[in-house]
């Protein structure tokens, strides 16, 4: 079987280190993705795929009636504590890949967490000077 015949899986990597410079802001939005979760029939994303998250538990549905009181005040009570868990209810995977021609998301996960960040650690720089990954499909730094 040639490879044009064969399915294709490729595991993409992305690490992000972002500031917060607003945490008012970011759980303000977190909550009100929350409510409006909560009100879709669904209960969930509108592009949420069932993938896995760091509040994937608020998924389930309620007959089929948006999410379940308990759901919602577990996601509450977790982005008003959790910097990292406001960001990661508002990041969606599949809006990094969804408009990707040729790609269907099979799975995803993704989970936030507070760190040191020393930019001039050389634990953070991105080798974007490596030639072995730069030129053959590496790294794509930016």
Do not use: C
Not at 47 to 70: A, F, K, R, W, Y
């Amino acid at each position: 079987m040639g490879t044009s015949e064969t399915s294709r899986f490729v595991r993409l990597q992305i690490d992000l280190v972002v500031e917060i410079e607003d945490s008012v802001a970011l759980t303000g939005a977190a909550l009100q993705r929350i409510e409006d979760d909560a009100k879709r029939p669904d209960g969930g994303h509108p592009d949420d795929l069932g993938t896995e998250g760091p509040l994937s538990e608020i998924s389930d549905v309620d007959d089929m009636h948006g999410m379940s009181e308990e759901e919602r005040v577990h996601a509450i009570s977790a982005v008003q504590q959790d910097e990292a868990e406001a960001l990661a209810y508002l990041i969606d995977p599949f809006d990094l890949i969804g408009d990707v021609p040729g790609v269907d998301l099979a799975q995803a996960s993704w989970s936030g967490e507070e760190i040191d960040y020393d930019p001039n650690s050389p634990d953070w720089h991105l080798d974007m000077d490596d030639d072995d990954e730069g030129e053959d499909g590496g790294s794509g730094a930016r």
